[in-house]
């Protein structure tokens, strides 16, 4: 898709995601108090939203990263994930918090989840930037949430249109129409 063509408009701004992620930073350190925290970062989106977050919990933690890739290069998800990477130390007794750009189908982190819990953590959750409900395909709610959106297409803040766009801060929605 070349976005140049297309029609776009800011749906969040670097102030308001700054904003939200502080919060949600707040409650995961009130909530992971006295726990021994590892987050687990779904690469490739959500590595912008995941430093940003970690910063702004103040308690000790872990960082690791899953690849997972359900999309390619494609707007729309295949329905199929498969691991690239995997975590590279052993999760098991951690609390798990796993970290991901964006809950729409559900997919993805239904199954990152259930894989993750194969590795025996002490406990695991989920934590998104964007939560699309409409188009679950999965039961799952994401246990902490940036922003819910409409179905849109986004991009910037670590959402790419074929691997560009990532290092916007802010957060757009690309449609169809003339510009």
Request: glycine share 6%.
């Amino acid at each position: 898709m070349d976005i140049t063509t297309k029609k776009w408009e800011t749906m969040f701004t670097e102030e308001e995601i700054a904003s939200r992620i502080k919060e949600l930073g707040k409650q995961i350190e009130k909530d992971y108090k006295d726990k021994n925290l590892m987050v687990v970062a779904l690469l490739r989106g959500s590595f912008i939203f995941c430093a940003d977050l970690v910063r702004s919990i103040d308690l000790p933690l872990r960082v690791n990263f899953m690849t997972t890739s359900s999309y390619g290069n494609s707007e729309e998800s295949s329905g199929s994930v498969k691991v690239s990477s995997d975590v590279t130390v052993d999760i098991e007794g951690y609390d798990v918090l796993v970290v991901d750009d964006i809950t729409d189908t559900a997919t993805t982190m239904d199954f990152v989840l259930k894989y993750l819990k194969g590795k025996n953590p002490k406990s695991i959750k989920s934590c998104v930037l964007l939560d699309k409900p409409s188009r679950r395909k999965v039961e799952l709610e994401a246990d902490y949430v940036g922003f819910e959106v409409e179905d849109k297409f986004v991009v910037g803040y670590g959402f790419d249109c074929g691997d560009y766009f990532r290092n916007v801060p802010y957060i757009f929605n690309v449609t169809d129409e003339d510009r």
